[in-house]
């Protein structure tokens, strides 16, 4: 059974929750995200749910995480990340991505890796690469990023190739970015 609007919204609530102990203790984000993880918590019950930290090459704590996949017919998800300077919520459907920063309404990554901002333009696409490990990001055609997803053996998690990103390149990056590497740990321990 799917959940309602109203159950979903209590259970961002519960996810909130589960990481806001870490809100204030996060280092900013530069282009060094270990493929390193702490306080990684998986449950399973009528609904598989989970939490954790990314860390810095240096062991500090990027962002946190918290997800709920509910059980039943097609894709249904909740994840919520926190960085230091921004809130994400991604709700996962059958018909994509919808992405919320900070409460504002982004767009939708749909099931071919394509980011749509609200008018529908292309923004980005992730492309997956599930054999090496290794997901990459194009801004308009061009590498800007290269993912190493949690279970493959690189040591960095991101790694940008693009040298100069706009100030939009770079919150497009860290978005889809997060959004690959929390979303591939809940498909693997699904």
């Known amino acids: 059974?799917?959940?309602?609007?109203?159950?979903?919204?209590?259970?961002?609530?519960?996810l909130k929750d589960k990481i806001k102990q870490f809100k204030g203790g996060f280092m900013p984000w530069t282009d060094e995200i270990s493929s390193n993880q702490i306080d990684q918590i998986l449950t399973k019950d009528n609904a598989r749910s989970g939490n954790g930290v990314f860390l810095s090459n240096l062991g500090d704590p990027i962002f946190a995480y918290a997800y709920k996949n509910y059980i039943g017919p097609g894709k249904n998800a909740v994840m919520y990340i926190l960085t230091q300077e921004r809130e994400y919520i991604?709700?996962?459907t059958n018909k994509g991505t919808e992405i919320?920063?900070?409460n504002e309404k982004k767009g939708l990554i749909r099931e071919n890796g394509v980011f749509y901002d609200?008018?529908?333009d292309e923004v980005a696409t992730l492309k997956r690469h599930g054999a090496s490990g290794?997901?990459?990001?194009?801004i308009g055609g061009e590498e800007i990023a290269k993912i190493a997803l949690p279970d493959s053996i690189a040591v960095k998690a991101?790694?940008?190739t693009k040298l100069e990103l706009s100030p939009l390149e770079r919150n497009t990056v860290q978005m889809m970015a997060i959004y690959d590497l929390v979303s591939n740990i809940e498909a693997t321990e699904g």
Do not use: A, G, H
């Open 1 to 14: 059974m799917q959940p309602t609007e109203s159950e979903v919204d209590q259970d961002l609530k519960e």
């Open 90 to 92: 991604f709700r996962i």
């Open 100 to 102: 919320f920063v900070d």
């Open 118 to 120: 609200l008018k529908n």
């Open 134 to 138: 290794i997901n990459k990001i194009y």
């Open 158 to 160: 991101i790694d940008i």
